[in-house]
């Protein structure tokens, strides 16, 4: 059954608190929820970022700042702003978490570097786990969702190691929680190409990496990352811009049943399809195409 936009929720000024507002999906999906009419918490980790998004002069669109996800300390301090914020206004608890924020880099796993793979582990993984646990009690409060913003990860991708390999726990985390928290709906946005900053940074990341790595090390990836690299030029070519996947959360927002998956942006689709055959079947079509 079709879900007509009249059916749609109205939003009224529910909070929902979204990670990694600085740029990209983020910031996209921050500004046009707030002009939907949600009371939006846009969590960024420097100043400056927050400074930015006051300038937008969205009087719904509340930075908060720090949230940094490698920090565990700052949560209780976010946790006390959005829930005083909430009272103020009289809201019942969050209406949703989007757990956006995160990064990573192009790289063999022979040549990452091992100290940006752990921060992007814990900002990804436990840091999100740990504003899934403190914001808990508020979405149930609200009858809210929880919203994770993943690739289309549970198929191996060779450089993006960094990236995917949180995108793969991050599934594993979503999909868990929705056997064990029946109230709280658990949504991944599960985006392939899309034109963010970090996504188009492919082109500089194998430079960097190629000529950062001892020249022993570098030299059996040096020919296959050159071409992976072409490759990915056309593919950046395509993407996908970051104002339609603000467009998808927000109908995860606001439909009354949501699905608990969409996908959105270039080959995302043939991610899926991918991902759905036996395991043996896509890893010989990996191997034969990479």
């Avoid at 995108?167 to 929680?177: G, M, P, S």
Wanted: with cysteine; glycine share 6%.
């Amino acid at each position: 059954m079709v879900t007509k936009k009249s059916d749609w929720k109205q939003a009224q000024g529910e909070g929902v608190l979204i990670t990694g507002c600085s740029s990209g999906i983020g910031r996209a999906t921050a500004v046009r929820l707030a002009r939907q009419g949600f009371t939006v918490f846009a969590t960024v980790r420097k100043e400056v970022d927050a400074d930015d998004l006051r300038r937008l002069h969205e009087p719904n669109l509340i930075p908060i700042c720090p949230l940094d996800l490698t920090k565990l300390d700052q949560i209780p301090s976010v946790v006390e702003t959005v829930h005083g914020e909430l009272e103020r206004q009289g809201q019942p608890g969050l209406y949703a978490l989007i757990n956006n924020a995160g990064g990573g880099s192009v790289a063999p796993i022979e040549l990452l570097d091992l100290d940006k793979f752990r921060i992007e582990l814990q900002a990804r993984v436990v840091g999100s786990v740990a504003l899934v646990q403190a914001f808990l009690p508020l979405l149930r409060q609200a009858h809210g969702r929880l919203i994770w913003i993943v690739t289309p990860a549970t198929i191996p991708t060779p450089y993006v190691t960094s990236i995917h390999a949180c995108d793969f726990a991050v599934n594993c985390i979503a999909r868990t929680l929705e056997l064990e928290v029946k109230d709280v709906p658990n949504i991944m946005i599960r985006c392939g190409g899309i034109k963010t900053p970090a996504g188009l940074h492919t082109m500089t990341d194998v430079e960097t990496c190629l000529q950062d790595a001892p020249r022993d090390r570098a030299a059996p990836y040096d020919r296959a990352l050159r071409a992976w690299r072409q490759d990915m030029a056309a593919f950046d070519a395509k993407r996908t811009e970051v104002e339609a996947v603000a467009e998808i959360i927000l109908k995860a927002l606001c439909v009354p049943k949501p699905k608990r998956r969409y996908a959105i942006g270039h080959m995302a689709g043939s991610a899926a399809v991918l991902e759905s055959l036996p395991q043996p079947l896509a890893d010989w079509i990996l191997r034969k195409r990479f």
